[in-house]
């Protein structure tokens, strides 16, 4: 069974501050998707992680995939205060067609 | 494009009642999964629709049923509901066989059951 752990679960920083969140999966996947969920908000995609290695950027945030530790990060530069909301990173079990999603990462940025 | 719409947005229901909440796929898009997120919590997958027949099933008992008609929109259906099916329940529809295969998600039917 695929299972997805994220962490921190609960991260508080000072804005202008750089950070990570880690995302470990279980199980072999072979795509992993980063979302953003603002309070009482769906889901927002961020990125999608194809392949070993892979490093994607936009603004502020980067996400990277590393098939073979079975583990993706989504780093933060320079944190801004509308960079709170709640990430998700997902990994894709293809056999059952579906995602399945870590816990969730609540980040908010003081200023 | 049209995004991925919901309906209803908000919906209050008693114990032992039933529920069909109703989801538009994106334009394009051939396939619908519906998600159960409980407050606090990662989105947990019910189902999966594609070309009008279940694809994938989560944990979920039988009284979450499904449809997928074929303008591609699909419904969900709760029997008999429980206090633990207060949640919100989101639908995401993707284009099967890319290889990106993204999910593209609405905006949410939230639940609540007294």
């Known amino acids: 069974e695929l299972k997805v752990e994220q962490n921190p679960l609960f991260l508080s920083m000072q804005e202008g501050k750089n950070y990570t969140i880690y995302c470990n999966y279980s199980?072999?996947?072979?795509?992993l998707y980063w979302y953003r969920q603002d309070p009482g908000k769906s889901l927002e995609s961020l990125f999608v992680?194809?392949?070993?290695?892979a490093v994607k950027q936009e603004g502020r945030l980067m996400a990277s995939l590393d098939t073979k530790a079975r583990l993706s990060t989504l780093h933060i530069t320079a944190a801004v205060h509308d960079l709170s909301a709640t990430y998700f990173c997902?990994?894709?079990?293809?056999?059952?067609?579906?995602?399945?999603f870590g816990q969730g990462t609540r980040l908010t940025i003081n200023p | 494009e049209t995004g991925v719409t919901q309906s209803p947005t908000h919906l209050i229901k008693t114990r032992g009642q039933q529920v069909t909440l109703r989801c538009s796929s994106q334009?394009?898009?051939?396939?619908v999964s519906w998600y159960q997120q409980a407050l606090g919590q990662g989105p947990q997958f019910i189902f999966q629709?594609?070309?009008?027949?279940?694809?994938g099933r989560g944990n979920f008992p039988p009284r979450f049923s499904g449809l997928q008609f074929p303008n591609y929109s699909s419904e969900l259906n709760v029997n008999a509901l429980e206090l633990d099916d207060s949640a919100l329940y989101l639908c995401?529809?993707?284009?099967?066989?890319?290889?990106?295969?993204?999910?593209?998600f609405g905006p949410g039917t939230r639940l609540t059951v007294t």
């Open positions: 995401a529809s993707s284009r099967s066989g890319t290889r990106v295969n993204e999910q593209y």
């Open positions: 199980t072999t996947s072979d795509r």
């Open positions: 992680l194809l392949s070993n290695g």
């Open positions: 997902a990994a894709y079990l293809q056999g059952a067609q579906k995602l399945v």
């Open positions: 334009s394009g898009h051939n396939t």
């Open positions: 629709y594609y070309r009008e027949e279940e694809n």
